[in-house]
């Protein structure tokens, strides 16, 4: 090869690489931006950012929006909690499933109205929605309180026998004290011992 085709070929991988590299970072854009999009973390503060911002029935969906996921994520995280403590659920959880899946569907009719351009139907369809969200938050609110109770009730039992077993601690020591005082005083009032007597050696000279 001559020079020139050494540096037509260097120039060559050089693109080349230089294209693999743009693919390989647009690859990665994308790959980011779908796990961001896919993000409930993320995806909530954008949530709670437009309805800050947003004016009008929007903002009110939008609120309603926010206020929905807040208590599905209270629930869970409730739910969670109760499976960690080790203690009875019952059908906390599949209570728990049937509220969030309500809730989605909620989700979806509310993001429906965020389309919707006449103000009079927002205006007629925005106090059943309100209640809606509401009814799920009351139920999200009596399943935190089950949850509440049985992590109560563990805390009971745990503390009523810690409770007892710190009494048995303290009456066994006390009586412990008790019998050492007994023994002390035994000890004390004891007739000391005589040293011999020597009047019969200082009779004896």
Not at 36 to 47: D, F, N, Y
Not at 58 to 67: A, G, W
Not at 75 to 101: F, H, N, T
Not at 164 to 186: K, T, Y
Request: glycine fraction near 8%; aromatic fraction near 2%.
């Amino acid at each position: 090869m001559t020079g020139l085709e050494w540096v037509l070929a260097a120039l060559a991988i050089v693109i080349l690489l230089g294209i693999c590299g743009i693919v390989a970072l647009v690859l990665i854009i994308r790959s980011l931006y779908r796990r961001i999009r896919r993000s409930r973390a993320v995806g909530g503060a954008v949530l709670r950012t437009r309805a800050r911002v947003s004016r009008g029935p929007q903002r009110t969906i939008l609120s309603l929006r926010v206020r929905l996921e807040q208590s599905l994520d209270s629930g869970k995280a409730a739910v969670e909690l109760a499976a960690r403590s080790g203690g009875p659920r019952g059908d906390l959880p599949r209570l728990y499933r049937r509220i969030e899946q309500e809730g989605i569907a909620l989700d979806l009719q509310l993001q429906l109205m965020e389309s919707e351009a006449d103000a009079a139907v927002l205006a007629a369809d925005l106090p059943a929605a309100t209640d809606r969200v509401e009814q799920v938050v009351a139920l999200v609110r009596r399943l935190r309180s089950a949850v509440a109770s049985g992590l109560a009730g563990l805390t009971d039992d745990t503390l009523s026998t810690l409770g007892s077993e710190m009494d048995r601690e303290v009456a066994a020591l006390h009586a412990g004290v008790q019998e050492l005082q007994a023994l002390n005083r035994r000890d004390g009032f004891a007739e000391p011992t005589r040293p011999p007597s020597t009047d019969r050696l200082h009779g004896s000279r």
